[in-house]
Structure formats: structure tokens, C-alpha cells
């Protein structure tokens, strides 16, 4: 059981590029999240999905885009990088969306990108 | 999901407790409160998680008053190693619209001191 795996961890893009964040869980969660977090500040919500072939935009979608055609893959496609989505990149997930004894949040690792 | 209020940074010194307290005037019946707790380069990772009164593990303590309005993580005798962000989620009760859409507030920026 690998939790929430993120890859790649480090990405150095240039202007203009595009690339995509994988995240995959093992848990067999319906929910699954894209955050940034910019340095020194909180979690910032990119996109959500509340199960497969359902997605919906959080706080910060412009410049992202996600699908979600399995219940276990959550990309993140980041189109015509910018400087300002340099940032470290965290994908979560959880069970369902009450909370019962157990249930909590589960994140990757994390995935670095700087955009030059 | 239930807005949070938290301080923004508390500082600490080796051996004392913290006490970190989350105001949530707008929380719902079925709403659970839980703490997170995030190091430098890492995801957040469970605390502890509560829905009344008091709640104890090995490594921290919730209590939470009879009105839900507010909640305070007891951190006992902190070393260095929790020097961290610490965020207060509310939410996940069946009638609350559970975990659709998970934002987290700017967290506690506890430092802890030699």
C-alpha cells in the first residue's frame, strides 16, 4: 500500500511549456485534490474530483487542468508554463466525504516545479 | 466546509505545552474537527481529530467546548522537531457537504526554541 504517489518530484520548466503532474492513489479514495503552496504561505486548491469523470474547480484553477478517468489517477496538466506557477505541487485524497473514525486526508510527497 | 480562524504564528520553547487555538463560529452539527500538522518540504499529516469534548493520542490532546465554537491542539512539553504548520480543518458531517471542497485556512506557524 503506497498511499499517494506524486511524480515527478522536481521539474524545471521554461516559459511557455506544458507538462503534467501524476498522482495516483492505492486506497481506492473517491476524492482526490491538487494544491500549490507558494513558499511561506498555506495550501491554495487548485482542482477537485469527487470520483471518476467528475472534476470541479477549486480556489486557483486558471492555467490547470485535471481528468479523472479512473478512480485511482488524478492528473495535473499544466498548459503555457508561467514563472508564477512556481511553486511545490501536493495531491490528496480521502475515503469519502464524511468523516467516520479513521478517515482523514491522506497527501503525497510533494512535486517541485520551477517555471524560468 | 466551516471557516477557520487561527493565529498566524506562535512561538514556543523546548519542554513547555502549546496550545493552539481554531475559532469555527459557523460549524455544522455533524461537522468533525481535525488538526494537521505540516513540516518544511512535506504534505500535511493527521493529528488528531475530534467531535466533542476532550480527545487524547500519543503525541497530542483536542478539546473542544460544549457550543463546537472553537477548539484548542495541546501540544505537551514541544521539542524542536514540532516546529511545523498547524492547520484546523472542520467539516466531513454527513449534512455539511462533507469534504467536496477541501480548502484549508493559512495554518499556525508554531517555532519552538532551545
Known amino acids: 500500500n503506497a498511499g499517494v504517489t506524486q511524480t515527478p518530484k522536481f521539474r524545471i520548466l521554461k516559459i511557455g511549456q506544458s507538462m503534467t503532474l501524476q498522482c495516483t492513489q492505492d486506497?481506492?479514495?473517491?476524492?482526490m485534490y491538487w494544491y500549490r503552496q507558494d513558499p511561506g504561505m498555506g495550501l491554495k486548491l487548485i482542482y477537485y474530483?469527487?470520483?471518476?469523470?467528475?472534476?470541479d474547480k477549486g480556489e486557483v484553477p486558471n492555467g490547470y487542468n485535471v481528468s479523472r478517468s479512473t478512480t485511482e489517477d488524478f492528473p495535473l496538466r499544466l498548459e503555457l508554463a508561467a514563472p508564477s506557477q512556481t511553486s511545490v505541487y501536493f495531491c490528496?485524497?480521502?475515503?469519502?466525504?464524511?468523516?467516520?473514525?479513521?478517515?482523514?486526508?491522506?497527501f503525497g510527497e510533494g512535486s517541485w516545479l520551477t517555471v524560468v | 466546509l466551516a471557516k477557520t480562524t487561527q493565529p498566524i504564528s506562535m512561538d514556543s520553547y523546548e519542554g513547555q505545552e502549546v496550545n493552539i487555538t481554531c475559532s469555527h463560529n459557523?460549524?455544522?452539527?455533524?461537522?468533525?474537527i481535525t488538526w494537521y500538522q505540516q513540516f518544511p518540504s512535506q504534505g500535511p499529516r493527521f493529528i488528531i481529530q475530534?467531535?466533542?469534548t476532550k480527545v487524547t493520542n500519543e503525541v497530542a490532546s483536542l478539546f473542544i467546548p460544549a457550543d463546537r465554537k472553537s477548539s484548542t491542539l495541546s501540544l505537551p512539553r514541544v521539542s524542536l522537531s514540532d516546529t511545523a504548520v498547524y492547520y484546523c480543518?472542520?467539516?466531513?458531517?454527513?449534512?455539511?457537504?462533507?469534504?467536496?471542497?477541501?480548502?484549508f485556512g493559512a495554518g499556525t506557524r508554531l517555532a519552538v526554541h532551545p
Open positions: 490528496a485524497s480521502i475515503r469519502d466525504r464524511e468523516f467516520s473514525s479513521g478517515n482523514t486526508i491522506y
Open positions: 486506497m481506492n479514495h473517491n476524492y
Open positions: 474530483s469527487v470520483g471518476a469523470g467528475i472534476t
Open positions: 459557523n460549524i455544522a452539527t455533524n461537522d468533525y
Open positions: 475530534g467531535y466533542k
Open positions: 480543518l472542520v467539516g466531513g458531517g454527513p449534512f455539511s457537504g462533507g469534504y467536496n471542497k477541501l480548502i
